[in-house]
């Protein structure tokens, strides 16, 4: 039986570099392995992630509509992840993405993202067990928060938005990797931007 660290493998392989995860798909497992042990530590059995950072951090989404309704429905079990966001970006987070399904909402007609997510949860039923959900800064209006709390009612077991972050602060050896790399690439841009840099240069000179 095909394991899904090899479903993900094989549905990258071959792909040009800025279509591939940043991370081999074994990260990207022991990262939601790992949020899960938290979940089951905490007693919910569903989390609804929101914040575009935990987003790629766990499904490799990068995030370019965070100013609207996005979440992923991440499930204590292992079961098939389902994220909601606009219509226009399914198609690149159905093709470059680890979520299982992908919801979109508006797009011709008008439509509230929160009743999408209603149909997601009511379809899984999620509404029967402990959910608990992101509200972070700016990336969740007071409106919506208000719809998803009045949503989820009993099924409201505690706000998580502070869930994710703690497992991120030590960083694996493949997270660490790739921060020497990018700061390789800083360190080259300022030293060619500081070579460029003399008297009478225009900004677009140095760049």
């Not at 928060?145 to 972050?165: F, M, N, Q, R, W």
Request: glycine content about 4%; proline content about 5%.
């Amino acid at each position: 039986m095909t394991t899904r660290v090899e479903r993900w493998r094989a549905r990258f392989s071959g792909r040009p570099e800025w279509e591939r995860l940043d991370f081999e798909p074994e990260e990207y497992a022991d990262r939601q392995a790992r949020v899960r042990a938290a979940m089951a530590a905490a007693g919910i059995d569903v989390l609804l992630v929101i914040d575009p950072k935990n987003l790629n951090w766990l499904i490799g989404f990068r995030a370019k509509s965070y100013q609207e309704f996005q979440c992923l429905v991440f499930p204590l079990e292992d079961e098939p992840l389902t994220i909601i966001c606009r219509k226009a970006e399914v198609a690149e987070l159905t093709d470059l993405t680890l979520a299982d399904e992908v919801r979109g909402w508006s797009g011709q007609e008008p439509e509230d993202p929160i009743d999408v997510l209603a149909d997601v949860l009511r379809a899984r039923g999620d509404l029967a067990r402990r959910v608990g959900t992101e509200c972070p800064y700016y990336y969740l209006s007071a409106q919506d928060h208000a719809k998803i709390v009045a949503l989820l009612g009993d099924a409201y077991a505690l706000d998580a938005t502070s869930l994710v972050e703690p497992l991120k602060l030590v960083k694996s050896p493949a997270e660490q990797a790739l921060i020497r790399r990018a700061a390789s690439i800083a360190d080259r841009g300022m030293h060619a931007a500081v070579t460029a840099i003399r008297e009478g240069a225009s900004e677009f000179d140095v760049a």
